[in-house]
């Protein structure tokens, strides 16, 4: 079973992820209080119980360090039957419609496809995948060639919501970043919270299902903006300013009152 | 074109900016022959809505005729020439939300929805001029505006039928009249309405019609609460009263009124301790909004009533009566107008006579004073109700 497919049935199941933080932090702290107590006894014993103190702290922290993927993991509603949900997604040259670091999916195969991401000062990072899984109407998992710059796993799961209101689909996708100015350029597009930008493609998705086109405001004409604002704007235009300029704004007006 | 830009807190500016164009294929855009500002533009000249941008235009109240629309539109909905009154929240008209007629909660319309959902844990939809956590569109007061899903909002009005009779269809009547819709009002009751701005007028109107026998309206401006009386209301002055729960309690044979209306929100004017509390609160950022109002109207509302809130909330509000809401068995009702429900049937009511909507202009000015009438409409100068921009006055001309 792929990555992303056991990540989901693990949210779906529950605990076991939870139980996995608890014991690396228990195996560390239990291992290393047991190695102190072996180093304090200046024994033959001593040394055994310092060794495998150490060894359980020493299992702990690999624990820890064995899950260095990046995961993004969302759902949504869609006002559409689970078939034309379904539809949709399983044409991956659809995905960059709304996945916006995504510059194009091109099929290869009936199975295989080639996908290119935009990073940072448009670096691009290039992947084939293949269909891991497919059942119609159901769920759809993919997964990066084996050769590939970075490591890719992504499952869609598609099931009818209750009370007809359509289609919910969660998503899980898992990235393995390599060391290097690749693994950079791919932290970078997710950015700090990959589960946010996969809440942004869904809802982009949503629009495009549902309103037939993505609400926007780019492009729109507007008086003057403050120097603050343009320079904001010219390092990452699709992040619309939170108002600094209103906060100084209002500060003033204050003082001005009292 | 000419538009009103919001440049910071109280600077209001009319700028020359480039003319809008078609963004998606559900947009439109309308050439603009009547537009105003209202009073929740206040909140935004005040500079107590957060997301606001220098630059940003202003206005949700307009109307005019469409002059371009996108491929996506289908032309039996809405063509060229039509003279549309375009309604202040934008809907998809396809998602859960609109299919249950919840318009102003359309999932689809706000670019900026995470924003929102921040703050209030959904998004409600876009709004045009009024902040980017509600969509960042640009708004009306301008000579152009783009509307989006133009075939779900925009309501068209016949030729024959004054710009001053319906462009208010845009926010206002069909907000006081969902506020008195909320009241849940039966006949005979007695319904208690705070604050006579324009809203507060129509939802005086809005609640005779909807059958109130008694509306009680609640103001510090004698020239609003003489409007409100011509409409038949029974008016407080409560400036000029020590207790307005008490009194309305002594109105009602103390039982209370059947419902309250907030139609103030949250830049109420009050006095005494809790008025100094609220008022450094909000200047420390501490709460967001002053809401002596809504704690009233739950006070002075009759046990088993509804408080309606039409009035504006920004956020966060201190001491509120909780275990009285509670233990009064009350309910409250809220929410953005769902403007597409009300906008055609208000329509024909105008048009059968039965209200005439220009009643609430004051003012009429060239878009060119519109930054004065800011000040004025906020401060409550020269009686002024309602403004009306004209877009297309030669300033100079019409200010003589």
Redesign the interface.
């Known amino acids: 079973m792929s990555e992303a497919a056991r990540i989901h049935l693990r949210n779906a199941l529950g605990r076991r992820h939870r139980m996995e933080t608890a014991f690396r932090w228990s195996a560390m702290i239990t291992g290393g209080a047991i190695a102190l107590i072996g180093l304090s006894k200046r024994s033959k014993s001593g040394v055994a119980i310092a060794t495998a103190g150490g060894l359980l702290s020493y299992a702990g922290a690999k624990a820890g360090t064995r899950h260095r993927e990046l995961i993004a993991r969302s759902s949504i509603?869609l006002?559409c039957t689970p078939e034309e949900a379904y539809q949709f997604w399983s044409k991956f040259e659809n995905l960059p419609l709304f996945m916006r670091h995504l510059e194009s999916v091109n099929l290869l195969s009936e199975t295989r496809s080639r996908w290119i991401a935009i990073g940072p000062l448009g670096r691009r990072i290039v992947w084939d995948a293949e269909i891991a899984f497919d059942r119609k109407d159901d769920v759809i998992a993919w997964r990066s060639l084996p050769d590939s710059e970075i490591y890719v796993d992504g499952i869609v799961k598609f099931r009818n919501a209750p009370a007809n209101?359509?289609t919910i689909i969660t998503v899980v996708v898992v990235y393995q970043p390599p060391a290097g100015s690749i693994g950079g350029a791919l932290a970078k597009i997710l950015g700090k919270d990959p589960n946010?930008m996969m809440?942004?493609d869904l809802?982009r998705l949503?629009?495009l299902i549902?309103?037939?086109?993505?609400?926007?405001?780019?492009?729109?004409?507007?008086?003057?903006?403050?120097g603050v604002?343009a320079a904001a704007r010219l390092i990452n235009p699709d992040e619309?300013?939170?108002?600094k300029?209103?906060?100084t704004?209002?500060a003033?007006?204050?003082r001005r009152a009292? | 074109m000419k538009a009103v830009c919001w440049m910071g807190t109280e600077k209001m500016s009319v700028e020359t900016v480039p003319d809008p164009t078609i963004l998606n294929p559900r947009d439109a855009i309308v050439r603009i022959s009547s537009t105003c500002i209202c009073g929740s533009d206040l909140h935004l000249y005040d500079g107590y809505m957060p997301t606001m941008e220098p630059g940003d235009i202003m206005g949700h109240e307009f109307m005019g005729e469409v002059v371009e629309i996108g491929a996506g539109i289908d032309r039996e909905k809405l063509k060229v020439g039509d003279r549309v009154v375009v309604p202040f929240t934008i809907a998809c008209g396809r998602c859960f939300f609109c299919q249950q007629q919840l318009w102003s909660c359309c999932d689809n319309s706000n670019p900026n929805y995470w924003m929102a959902e921040e703050l209030m844990g959904y998004s409600p939809s876009g709004l045009f001029g009024y902040t980017h956590m509600m969509g960042g569109y640009a708004g009306g007061q301008a000579q152009y505006a783009r509307v989006p899903f133009a075939d779900v909002g925009p309501l068209k009005v016949p030729a024959g039928i004054p710009d001053d009779k319906v462009v208010f269809l845009s926010d206002i009547f069909p907000t006081g009249y969902m506020g008195a819709e909320n009241c849940n009002i039966r006949p005979g009751d007695t319904v208690t309405i705070w604050g006579c701005g324009p809203v507060g007028q129509f939802a005086i109107r809005s609640a005779f019609m909807l059958g109130a026998e008694r509306v009680i309206a609640i103001d510090r401006f004698e020239y609003r609460l003489q409007l409100a009386q011509q409409a038949g209301a029974e008016i407080i002055n409560y400036e000029e009263v020590d207790d307005v729960v008490q009194l309305l309690k002594d109105m009602t044979g103390n039982i209370g009124p059947d419902s309250c209306m907030d139609a103030v929100g949250m830049e109420a004017h009050y006095s005494g301790p809790i008025w100094v509390i609220d008022r450094g609160k909000q200047a420390l950022r501490m709460q967001s909004d002053r809401p002596n109002v809504l704690r009233q109207c739950i006070m002075a509302c009759r046990k088993g009533g509804t408080v309606s809130v039409p009035g504006v909330y920004g956020g966060f509000i201190d001491k509120m009566p909780m275990g009285q809401y509670m233990n009064k068995a009350l309910t409250m009702k809220t929410g953005q107008t769902h403007m597409m429900r009300y906008m055609k049937p208000l329509l024909e009511r105008v048009e059968r006579g039965e209200i005439d909507p220009s009643f609430v202009i004051s003012h009429r000015v060239p878009i060119d004073k519109a930054p004065e009438m800011y000040k004025v409409f906020r401060d409550k100068q020269d009686h002024c109700t309602k403004v009306v921009l004209d877009p297309w006055a030669n300033g100079a001309r019409a200010a003589a």
């Open positions: 509603l006002n209101r359509g946010f809440r942004q809802r949503k629009a549902e309103a037939g086109e993505i609400p926007t405001i780019e492009g729109q004409s507007h008086g003057p903006r403050s604002a619309p300013i939170k108002g300029g209103t906060l704004g209002i003033a007006a204050r009292s």
